[in-house]
């Protein structure tokens, strides 16, 4: 691969400000009243500066749903047992995961990455392969991974999104799998926004009262065993964090670099963007938050982003469902900003 992470990040240019103010002067030529059409044109405005292109073509899109395993499930913090990672692996590469189904709908791809499932695939065909190791370690006791493992799967992220890219892949949407995800994502809430854990800390796959109050302990207790350093975002994602978070911070990365729109999914996306924002803040710009999650939280973390979600349809899945709906929203806004006759055009009488 020949990058570090630190290369990944100098490649990212901020969007040039000038290229929304032309965008929504198109839009305000469109038969409507000014503005009218609220977050599709603040989305089709942004997709232009994102991209640089003043006519886009409707692009083509891919969610990228990376799975690995966490260490810290010993700790009884999710409630269905690790086994569903792999199990739900098969079940996206024969296309009947929710995931693959909004896809579907919305005419995006899915592409599933093994980045560190404790399970043997063999080969598959669709499945890409790039596993670093067979799950983290148990946070609770120690560093999840090395600084070079959290780097190497930021890595595999960085370098899948510069291959869409160059594929002309033109909207890249995040999905992960991987059962107890949502502790290392609420540890790296914790750290990078510095709320208390019990604020950022949600049920996951729905734990009770118990498990719930175990979970929170089990993150505090990390955090004052690893005391992961906020301003050394890498360092939180190595000791606090996961394998498929770390790909999706690469993904954004990789993405905001070939200057592809990235469409975040659920707390764990969240999770991934604060890692990625801290690593290199000129990303944030590329980021659309497809929805705000059940997970306690989110909230949090798009207060800290400085982002609205889109949607708030109560989901708490993951896997790049909400990444799915995302997509079709930034498509339709796509349609509306090309294919919407202008007062011009239309004969159409404009504001008194
Ligand atoms: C059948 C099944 C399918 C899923 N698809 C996504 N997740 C989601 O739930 C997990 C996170 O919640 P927790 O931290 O509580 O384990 C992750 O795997 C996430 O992708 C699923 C979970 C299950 C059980
Ligand atoms: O917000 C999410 O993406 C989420 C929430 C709970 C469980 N899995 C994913």
Do not use: W
Not at 112 to 125: E, K, R
Not at 183 to 203: K, L, Y
Not at 306 to 334: H, I, K, N, Q, Y
Request: aromatic letters at 4%; glycine letters at 12%; hydrophobic letters at 45%.
């Amino acid at each position: 691969m020949g990058m570090s992470v630190q290369a990944a990040c100098d490649r990212i240019q901020s969007p040039d400000p000038k290229l929304l103010a032309k965008a929504q002067a198109r839009l305000d030529c469109l038969t409507k009243p000014q503005g009218s059409l609220g977050r599709l044109e603040e989305v089709a405005a942004r997709y232009v500066m994102m991209t640089g292109e003043l006519k886009p073509a409707i692009p083509r899109g891919v969610v990228f749903t990376f799975a690995a395993d966490h260490g810290v499930t010993k700790e009884g913090v999710s409630a269905y047992p690790r086994e569903v990672t792999p199990q739900m692996v098969l079940n996206f590469l024969r296309g009947g995961a929710g995931v693959n189904v909004l896809a579907r709908h919305a005419g995006v791809g899915v592409r599933v990455v093994d980045i560190g499932v404790d399970h043997d695939f063999g080969t598959l065909p669709d499945l890409i392969s790039k596993k670093v190791m067979r799950g983290t370690r148990n946070l609770l006791v120690e560093p999840a991974m090395t600084r070079a493992e959290a780097e190497q799967s930021v890595l595999i992220g960085v370098e899948l999104a510069t291959q869409a890219a160059q594929e002309g892949i033109g909207l890249i949407g995040t999905g992960d799998m991987g059962i107890g995800n949502t502790t290392p994502s609420a540890a790296i809430t914790a750290v990078m926004t510095g709320r208390p854990v019990s604020d950022v800390t949600g049920r996951g796959t729905g734990i009770d009262d118990a498990g719930h109050a175990r979970k929170v302990a089990v993150i505090q207790q990390a955090l004052d065993l690893h005391r992961p350093d906020r301003s050394d975002a890498l360092d939180v994602l190595a000791k606090v964090g996961g394998l498929d978070i770390g790909g999706l911070v690469g993904l954004i990365l990789g993405a905001a670099a070939a200057r592809v729109p990235v469409v975040l999914d659920g707390f764990i996306a969240g999770a991934a963007a604060l890692i990625a924002v801290g690593l290199q803040p000129r990303c944030r710009e590329y980021l659309i938050a497809s929805h705000r999650s059940v997970e306690r939280g989110h909230a949090a973390i798009f207060d800290h982003l400085g982002v609205r979600p889109l949607l708030d349809l109560d989901l708490r899945l993951g896997e790049g469902t909400g990444a799915c709906l995302g997509m079709s929203l930034v498509c339709a806004a796509l349609k509306i900003y090309t294919e919407m006759a202008t007062f011009g055009e239309a004969g159409v009488s404009e504001k008194a």
